[in-house]
């Protein structure tokens, strides 16, 4: 494999590894090493590449390990927490505030979860995942997959509704 085909295999994908690892990691830069790291493993086994089926699931199984290797490390404790502010002019300050308060809580009860519903989440809400490859990625059955995200989801709505209703968690 040269480096062209290496590149138009590898590149498409290359933002959801990207947002997973920020997922796990929660820093930027700690989410560009470790895409960075998980390009440069699979450049130096460019050659095994084309023996597997998706490519994409090796690699987003690569990330989720990597990053949770990273995690488990001495360099956790050096893990800055990074925000995003949502911006738009046309909303009022007030909605603004809102949506950002919500969007917090939501991150912070959605970090609360466990590991595995954490990430079936992250993969199936927020990058799209279909169920099979999820399960290639996490090693688990369609089913599991399902039962967990089902219940990730109802833990994540009762404690938001909680929340918005008593303003405690």
């Known amino acids: 494999m040269n480096q062209k085909e290496f590149l138009e295999t590898v590149l498409p ?3 959801k590894v990207f947002r997973l690892a ?3 990691l929660v820093s930027s830069d700690e989410a560009e090493d470790a895409t960075q790291e998980l390009y440069f493993k699979l450049w130096r086994n460019k050659e095994k590449i084309e023996n597997y089926d998706n490519v994409e ?3 987003m199984m690569m990330t989720k390990n990597y990053c949770l290797d990273q995690l488990k490390s001495k360099r956790a404790s050096n893990l800055t927490l990074v925000h995003s502010n949502y911006k738009d002019e ?3 300050l007030e909605t603004n505030v ?4 919500s969007a917090s809580i939501i991150k912070k009860m959605m970090n ?3 590991e595995k519903q954490r ?3 992250q993969l199936r809400d927020i990058e799209n995942y279909e169920y099979a490859e999820i399960g290639k990625i996490m090693n688990m059955e369609p089913t599991a997959i ?3 995200l089902s219940r990730a989801r109802k833990t994540l709505r009762e404690n938001f509704i909680k929340k918005q209703n008593y303003g405690i968690g």
Do not use: W
Request: proline share 4%; no cysteine.
């Open 13 to 15: 994908f290359k933002d």
């Open 57 to 59: 699931a090796y690699a």
């Open 98 to 101: 809102e949506f950002r308060d």
């Open 146 to 148: 399902r039962v967990a």
């Open 22 to 24: 920020k997922r796990l």
């Open 90 to 92: 046309s909303e009022t």
């Open 112 to 114: 609360d979860l466990p």
């Open 119 to 121: 990430m079936i989440i």
